[in-house]
């Protein structure tokens, strides 16, 4: 059974840091793209970041480019979220995702989620 | 960035009746690249259909999702209590991979 399980997060104040972690199990997770989806409380679904299987490409949403960087550990079934300079606007709850790249597709579908771990920025 | 605009922004429907959800994005998406999820309070969302119309596993075949260009729709043929829900569609066409607002099915 898939499993994605995520930790590290919390209140923090404005230009504060946080680390996101992502526990994968249940597939085999050197294989697979990942991502991190977020969404602000009584929100919609925003994509923030994903990265390819061995974590030589990453790419972002531009309102997180330059403060926030997607890692992973193969070795661990790990992935991560590092979240710098963060903002108000950045409260949500922050969700771990398997890509899925149907027919070869351009981009990705997310067809396993984590439960979800909530990130407050307030002072 | 495409938009994804969903309407109705609720849906008050009675159980077995069939719901039309509907999702038109900003410019043309090419190669059936549109998906559907559905979320439930508290929980993480659940692909529902990709490819415009294929369903993901175990999702059963009283969802089905058509549409092309810049208009698609999810159908849910006869609702079952279990179905009231938020559902959000997705395209996967053109960095950045954006969602609409959603459309909250809820039981009239």
């Known amino acids: 059974e898939v499993q994605l399980v995520e930790s590290g997060g919390g209140l923090v104040q404005p230009g504060g840091s946080l680390r996101l972690s992502c526990a994968a199990s249940?597939?085999?997770?050197?294989?697979?793209?990942m991502s991190w989806v977020r969404q602000a409380p009584g929100k919609g679904l925003e994509w923030v970041a994903h990265?390819?299987?061995?974590?030589?490409?990453?790419y972002y949403v531009d309102s997180v480019k330059g403060r926030f960087t997607i890692s992973r550990d193969n070795a661990k079934n790990s992935l991560y979220l590092q979240m710098n300079s963060l903002r108000a606007e950045d409260t949500a709850v922050y969700y771990c995702?398997?890509?899925?790249?149907?027919?070869?597709?351009?981009?990705?579908?997310?067809?396993?989620w984590g439960q979800g771990i909530l990130v407050t920025v307030s002072s | 960035e495409i938009v994804l605009t969903q309407s109705p922004v609720t849906l008050s429907l009675s159980p077995g009746e069939r719901a039309t959800l509907s999702c038109r994005v900003s410019?043309?998406?090419?190669?059936?690249?549109l998906a559907w999820y559905q979320q439930k309070p508290g929980q993480a969302p659940r692909l529902l259909i990709y490819?415009?119309?294929s369903r993901a596993t175990g999702i059963p075949d009283r969802f089905s999702g058509s549409g092309s260009g810049t208009d698609f729709t999810l159908t849910i043929s006869r609702l079952e209590p279990e179905d009231f829900a938020v559902y959000f569609c997705q395209q996967y066409d053109h960095s950045p991979w954006t969602f609409g607002q959603g459309t909250t099915v809820e039981i009239k």
């Open positions: 249940g597939f085999t997770f050197s294989s697979y793209w």
């Open positions: 410019q043309s998406v090419r190669n059936d690249y």
């Open positions: 995702a398997r890509d899925f790249f149907p027919g070869y597709s351009y981009g990705p579908v997310f067809d396993y």
């Open positions: 490819a415009i119309s």
């Open positions: 990265i390819n299987e061995d974590g030589g490409e990453k």
